[in-house]
C-alpha cells in the first residue's frame, strides 16, 4: 500500500495561481498511475487530472484543460498539480490518488491509495 500526503492548498483569489504537492511513500512500482481528484461541499468527488508513473500521457477533466498541469518528480515520489487561472468554481479539497495498475480511468473507485486532502479556496 502507498501513503499520499499532499501539501500546497490555501486562500487564492481568482485568476490565481496554486501548487499542489503529493509525496509518496512505501513501494511504487512503475505501473502504477497517479491522480488528482476534487471535493467540493455537498457534491460528489470528481476527477482533475492523471498521469503514469513511469511517464506518459497525462489526461484532465475538461473543466481544467489548459488551466491545471500534472507533473510527477519520481526522483522525490512526488506528483505535483500547477494550477492556473483559478476559478471560485476551483473551490474544493484536493486529493491524491494512486492506482497500481495503468489504464486510463477516472472513477474514485479504480484508485486504491488516497492522501488525507488539502483546502483549496478559491476567492472572487
Known amino acids: 500500500q502507498v501513503q499520499l500526503v499532499e501539501s500546497g492548498g490555501g486562500l487564492v483569489q481568482a485568476g490565481g495561481s496554486l501548487r499542489l504537492s503529493c509525496t509518496a511513500s512505501?513501494?511504487?512500482?512503475?505501473?502504477?498511475?497517479m491522480g488528482w481528484f476534487r471535493q467540493a461541499p455537498g457534491k460528489e468527488r470528481e476527477f482533475v487530472a492523471a498521469?503514469?508513473?513511469?511517464?506518459?500521457?497525462?489526461y484532465y477533466a475538461d473543466s481544467v484543460k489548459g488551466r491545471f498541469t500534472i507533473s510527477r518528480d519520481v526522483a522525490k515520489n512526488t506528483v505535483y498539480l500547477q494550477m492556473n487561472s483559478l476559478k471560485p468554481e476551483d473551490t474544493a479539497v484536493y486529493y491524491c490518488?494512486?492506482?497500481?495498475?495503468?489504464?486510463?480511468?477516472?472513477?474514485?473507485?479504480?484508485?486504491?491509495?488516497w492522501g488525507q486532502g488539502t483546502q483549496v479556496t478559491v476567492s472572487t
Open positions: 498521469i503514469p508513473w513511469n511517464g506518459g500521457s497525462t
Open positions: 512505501g513501494r511504487i512500482f512503475s505501473s502504477y498511475r
Open positions: 490518488a494512486a492506482r497500481q495498475f495503468s489504464g486510463v480511468v477516472t472513477t474514485p473507485s479504480d484508485f486504491g491509495s
